[in-house]
């Protein structure tokens, strides 16, 4: 019996201080933590994420590939990978001991029609004043006049084929056309290489940036300026920041096989421009991981992330995500 009275007892009082603190107001609904997001939060945010693959590549005209524009045999190459040249520098030098020697013959050809045309002259002056006492008839006038137009001819032409055998002798000496570092070697001194064939490649790695895929059905997600997170295998705890500066108007084939074995290899890519706000350690060509976030969408996630909670008792709800 006294046991019963002691559980009534406490029972009592535990009512008593229940319906106090809800008449003085100390029972508040709490309010969500503006560093603490709900599920629904977080599903969103996930919504607003973009996560897609790409590469580290140089921006237009910051790597060029020198091609052979003769079928030669290379006498020089003084560069190795990982040199750094600069404008104007000798890349590779190609054998031209031939055009050499039809260079020197076109010069001699040239001085050999200039003295033709220097003798011809001297004929025709002495023709006018043997005419002007009738000792050189008009003929001879004429036909001496006819044979130094004919060497003037000849002058012309010799010279416009030494302009093109020193035009052609040019291409032996491939120089590089920007600052930058030796990124490829792609030929030795003493092969023989054929025209078009790649020499080297230039590359200014102070001007990179990445080429992202992203998938076609997420291209009406993104947005000039939008933030991006660049990291790397190899580079643990990096987190480069970037944004996106270009976007094209068209898809094209997938380049890079998903490392995820769950997206589809088959679906068409964005080619997404994405330009580093920070110096980059990434090396040309690696592939990375990015994550791309649309400002819009964010700035909605962080205003529900501030507002309080919506009550759940008495026709109180929670929002569907969707």
Do not use: C
Not at 7 to 22: D, E, K, M, P, Y
């Amino acid at each position: 019996m006294t046991r019963l009275k002691t559980i009534l007892l406490t029972l009592l009082i535990l009512s008593l201080t229940t319906f106090l603190a809800r008449e003085k107001g100390w029972l508040q609904q709490p309010t969500i933590n503006a560093s603490v997001a709900t599920p629904i939060d977080q599903a969103e945010a996930k919504n607003t994420r973009i996560i897609a693959e790409g590469r580290i590549a140089a921006y237009p005209g910051a790597e060029i590939t020198l091609y052979s524009e003769l079928s030669a045999v290379i006498a020089r190459l003084p560069v190795k990978e990982g040199d750094h040249v600069r404008k104007g520098d000798l890349v590779a030098e190609l054998k031209a001991d031939d055009l050499k020697a039809q260079g020197e013959e076109a010069k001699a050809r040239i001085a050999e029609t200039e003295a033709k045309i220097r003798l011809l002259d001297l004929e025709i002056d002495r023709t006018s004043k043997l005419r002007e006492v009738r000792a050189a008839s008009l003929q001879d006038l004429d036909r001496y006049i006819s044979q130094r137009e004919v060497q003037h001819s000849r002058r012309e032409a010799r010279i416009a084929d030494a302009h093109r055998l020193q035009a052609i002798l040019a291409k032996t000496r491939i120089a590089s056309p920007i600052d930058g570092v030796v990124t490829s070697r792609n030929a030795d001194p003493g092969e023989m290489v054929a025209a078009g064939a790649p020499i080297a490649t230039i590359t200014d790695l102070g001007k990179l940036r990445v080429e992202a895929e992203l998938d076609e059905f997420d291209a009406g997600r993104i947005n000039l300026g939008d933030a991006v997170t660049v990291t790397a295998e190899g580079y643990p705890g990096k987190v480069l920041r970037a944004n996106v500066e270009e976007i094209p108007d068209a898809v094209v084939g997938r380049r890079l096989k998903p490392q995820d074995p769950s997206r589809p290899i088959d679906t068409r890519v964005l080619l997404v421009k994405i330009a580093f706000k920070e110096p980059s350690p990434f090396k040309l060509g690696q592939r990375v991981d990015l994550a791309i976030f649309n400002a819009a969408s964010t700035k909605g996630i962080s205003e529900n992330v501030h507002s309080p909670l919506q009550k759940g008792v008495g026709g109180d709800h929670i929002r569907n995500p969707d």
